[in-house]
T-cell receptor
Framework: SQTIHQWPATLVQPVGSPLSLECTVEGTSNPNLYWYRQAAGRGLQLLFY??????ISSEVPQNLSASRPQDRQFILSSKKLLLSDSGFYLC???????????FGAGSRLTVL | GENVEQHPSTLSVQEGDSAVIKCTYS??????FPWYKQELGKGPQLIID?????GEKKDQRIAVTLNKTAKHFSLHITETQPEDSAVYFC???????????FGPGTSLSVIP
């Protein structure tokens, strides 16, 4: 069966520090991968999505970036965090064309 | 691009009553409309979805209706229970895109 792993689960970082959140999917090949952000009490904002290795689409201009070094690995990064980067980051996958998303458990980032 | 609106933002019902959440979308090319339930501190989980070739779908106590002409769709929960308390998100996905756009969410509280 397919599973999705996301880590770390919680993270507290100072302003200006770097960030790396990792997401891996097991049990499927060539998935579409997504990063969403959920600010406190807000909806789900699509940040990046990828339909294949090295193919990244950015939805919102910001100081975050995403990479997909392997078929089932999706990484969210930042060189210098801002206070406004605080939130709940969710990775998700889908089989191409179906758009049925399965989410990970999320990573809660607090920038101080 | 697609824009999804959702109402109400908060909803409180007595246990056993029905709950209705309504969404509208902007892109007439959207043809897939999922609903997700998010419990506190967890990632959203798909509870029901509907595609544009049907007008209604039911799964036990939950049902979704779709009006493509008016570009709106609704979630109906009957005989609500305390465990239905959560944040519910509607979403829309155009057939030609590999991404899902979410509404802002509805926080449902079921009062015992």
């Amino acid at each position: 069966s397919q599973t999705i792993h996301q880590w770390p689960a919680t993270l507290v970082q100072p302003v200006g520090s770097p960030l790396s959140l990792e997401c891996t999917v097991e049990g499927t090949s060539n998935p579409n991968l997504y990063w969403y952000r959920q600010a406190a009490g807000r909806g789900l904002q699509l940040l990046f999505y990828s339909v294949g290795i090295g193919q990244i689409s950015s939805e919102v201009p910001q100081n975050l970036s995403a990479s997909r070094p392997q078929d089932r690995q999706f990484i969210l990064s930042s060189k210098k965090l801002l206070l406004s980067d605080s939130g709940f980051y969710l990775c998700a996958w889908s089989v191409g064309g179906a758009n049925v998303l399965t989410f990970g458990a999320g990573s809660r980032l607090t920038v101080l | 691009g697609e824009n999804v609106e959702q109402h109400p933002s908060t909803l409180s019902v007595q246990e056993g009553d029905s709950a209705v959440i309504k969404c509208t979308y902007s892109d007439s090319a959207s043809n897939y409309f999922p609903w997700y339930k998010q419990e506190l501190g967890k990632g959203p989980q798909l509870i029901i979805d509907i595609r544009s070739n049907v007008g209604e779908k039911k799964d036990q106590r939950i049902a979704v209706t779709l009006n493509k002409t008016a570009k709106h769709f609704s979630l109906h929960i009957t005989e609500t229970q305390p465990e239905d308390s959560a944040v519910y998100f509607c979403a829309a996905s155009p057939a030609s895109y590999d991404k899902v756009i979410f509404g802002p969410g509805t926080s449902l509280s079921v009062i015992p």
